[in-house]
């Protein structure tokens, strides 16, 4: 219901787009977030946002370099990431809340993606 893709092997400053696919029941009325698990690490909040493109939401470590998107007409989530950093490696997945807001809580969603992963080298 939910694949995620785009992620791959970017020097650091280097930029990567990923792309959401979602189906419409999955995600048309939904908040919509991004996550990321690093190696070793728990799975964090990266980026949301609302079921009508609104109110975008980041982690602070990613503010002014990532940006989140959706194309609701086509049932599409983006995550834009610039200026990525060594420390931004991990897998990152999509996911569907279970109501209509984004939030950076894991809980608060129902439906996650696969998983693509994002690769920063120094």
């Known amino acids: 219901q939910l694949q995620a893709f785009g992620g791959g092997l970017v020097q650091a400053g280097g930029s990567l787009r990923l792309s959401c696919a979602a189906s419409?029941?999955?995600?048309?009325?939904?908040?919509m977030g991004w996550f990321r698990q690093a190696p070793g690490k728990e799975r964090e909040f990266v980026a949301a946002?609302?079921?009508?493109?609104?109110?975008?939401s980041y982690v602070a470590s990613v503010k002014g370099r990532f940006t989140i998107s959706r194309d609701r007409v086509n049932d599409m989530v983006y995550l834009q990431m610039n200026s990525l950093r060594p420390e931004d490696t991990a897998v990152y997945y999509c996911?569907?809340?279970?109501?209509?807001?984004?939030?950076?809580?894991?809980?608060?969603?129902?439906?996650w993606g696969q998983g693509t992963l994002v690769t920063v080298s120094s």
């Open positions: 996911a569907a809340a279970r109501g209509a807001w984004g939030t950076p809580h894991t809980s608060n969603y129902q439906y």
């Open positions: 946002i609302n079921w009508n493109g609104g109110n975008p």
């Open positions: 419409r029941r999955t995600s048309s009325n939904n908040g």
